[in-house]
């Protein structure tokens, strides 16, 4: 079955485009002209923390699965760092998801920060800057930051065939997905402290590589964000919002004692029940799910509802934050929300709905946010499947106050330098448009390093592409 909805190489042009969302409702601003250079709404600097950040545009963190055993960056981390660098965006929201410690880990290939491979990271920061420099002269307007992760019940430590969970609460649909069976899963409350005490140690590693801030993760389900929805967990992390929240308010403020590093939060700043295949693999809420285990959704868990997503935002405010990067929900549990794509990873489901309702309301959902917190930074995400539109709604996004700046995921993959391409006014690279073929995320959940293997010369010749075009195949039919 393919998917019931137009592609967006299809509509001929921007006019169309807008036709087809009147047509299906879906609401979203555009504007039919992009604009080029400083003054331009895409090219206007952002003041925070007392620093400039050059332009609107904010490389999204992306890991490749290619770092070494002991989580230090190989060539193709430091390629893809390079090219972040090279994109032109002035805002680098923490290149990739670096685990405080092993058993952190999202993938045995995930970057750790540590003393021991602190200089390499340093130099994968200086290469990227220094990409930056020689390209556009100047890095004192870039500002780049790390994000610190710890993957709780997401963890593959170890093998990347073997999840290795630790959670903080049962949850009947995703511990059928981990494998867990019983409550041996869980951290304590004196493991929390001590994965408290570990981002910090992590975080002042971060200020001695050079990084300008450190985002402490709390988004797609990995363990921050399910602390986020720990009601039903006893003790000071869990139950009230305010027990929820004790694991990032006593990690900032260890991080301030230790260090003079700005800090940042990626925040899921929705979420829906875990989806799963139903018929003809179209997506369909898991049967199991606990929706009232779902931070900032509706009670059904199927809509999304900002009060405790606002409140935390509040308190990140107090805590004297003021850069949000937004996504939501899960890339394990229900990526039709968090990446909006036409072609599924191959776990993945066929979308439920036209997969430009996801990334309306991404964009809705952070100006409800931004109206509510103006003081706020806030960087919007899910964009690429836009594809050629990218630039038009982006533009009348932060022209409008929707957002301050537009990240960029899958696209800077595909096309890195995108950024570039726009605030210069140059031709769009129409081939280089990513079209969410997904093989970057299907290639890691076959064991395979992550590259945009359909787009990327690089990665087209790779003998990795191969092998996922067999698994690919082998997947499509089943012996
Ligand atoms: C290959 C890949 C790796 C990713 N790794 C991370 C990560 O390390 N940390 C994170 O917060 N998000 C990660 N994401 C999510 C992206 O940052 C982004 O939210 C998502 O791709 C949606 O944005 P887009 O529509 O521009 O792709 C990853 C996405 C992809 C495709
Ligand atoms: S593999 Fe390339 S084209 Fe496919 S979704 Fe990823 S970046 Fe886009």
Request: charged share 25%.
């Amino acid at each position: 079955m393919s998917t019931p909805y137009p592609r967006i190489a299809g509509l001929k042009d921007y006019q169309a485009f807008t036709e087809h969302l009147k047509q299906s409702n879906i609401e979203m601003p555009g504007d039919e002209e992009v604009r080029s250079g400083s003054d331009s709404p895409l090219g206007k600097p952002l003041e925070v923390h007392g620093r400039t950040i050059g332009n609107r545009f904010c490389i999204l963190p992306m890991e490749g699965w290619d770092g070494t055993r002991d989580g230090k960056p190989t060539e193709l981390t430091r390629r893809r760092w390079r090219n972040f660098g090279l994109s032109g965006a002035k805002l680098i929201w923490g290149g990739e998801a670096v685990a405080v410690r092993n058993d952190g880990r999202a993938n045995p290939n995930q970057l750790v920060i540590n003393e021991t491979n602190l200089s390499d990271i340093a130099s994968l920061r200086q290469e990227l800057v220094q990409a930056h420099e020689d390209a556009f002269e100047t890095s004192d307007d870039l500002m780049v930051g790390i994000q610190l992760t710890h993957s709780g019940r997401f963890a593959r430590p170890n093998d990347k065939k073997r999840l290795e969970p630790r959670t903080v609460q049962r949850n009947t649909a995703l511990d059928r997905r981990a494998g867990v069976t019983d409550d041996s899963a869980i951290l304590s409350d004196d493991e929390l402290s001590q994965l408290i005490d570990d981002f910090i140690v992590a975080a002042v590693a971060a200020e001695k590589a050079g990084f300008a801030f450190v985002d402490v993760k709390h988004c797609h389900g990995y363990l921050g964000h399910e602390l986020l929805a720990g009601v039903d967990r006893p003790g000071r992390y869990g139950g009230s919002l305010e027990n929820r929240s004790r694991f990032l308010r006593e990690i900032v403020e260890g991080i301030r004692g230790a260090t003079q590093l700005e800090i940042g939060v990626r925040l899921s700043v929705f979420d829906y029940v875990p989806f799963c295949p139903g018929e003809d693999r179209t997506g369909v809420p898991d049967a199991d799910a606990e929706p009232h285990k779902v931070f900032g959704s509706t009670p059904d868990g199927l809509g999304m509802d900002l009060t405790e997503p606002s409140k935390f935002i509040q308190l990140m405010h107090d805590l004297g934050i003021r850069m949000v990067c937004t996504t939501a929900g899960s890339p394990y549990y229900n990526p039709h929300i968090q990446r909006p794509a036409y072609f599924p990873p191959s776990d993945g489901y066929h979308p439920p709905e036209d997969p430009l309702a996801g990334v309306a309301r991404q964009i809705a959902a952070v100006a409800q946010l931004k109206q509510d917190h103006p003081e706020m930074l806030f960087i919007g995400s899910g964009y690429t499947y836009l594809q050629d539109y990218l630039p038009n709604v982006g533009q009348a996004v932060v022209d409008r106050g929707m957002a301050d700046s537009i990240g960029l995921g899958r696209m800077v993959l595909s096309y890195p330098d995108l950024p570039a391409d726009v605030l210069r006014g140059s031709v769009w690279q129409r081939k280089k448009v990513c079209r969410t073929f997904s093989d970057c995320t299907t290639a890691p959940r076959q064991g395979i390093i992550s590259g945009c293997y359909p787009l990327d010369p690089f990665y087209k010749k790779m003998d990795e592409r191969k092998q996922l075009q067999e698994i690919k195949k082998a997947l499509a039919n089943p012996a």
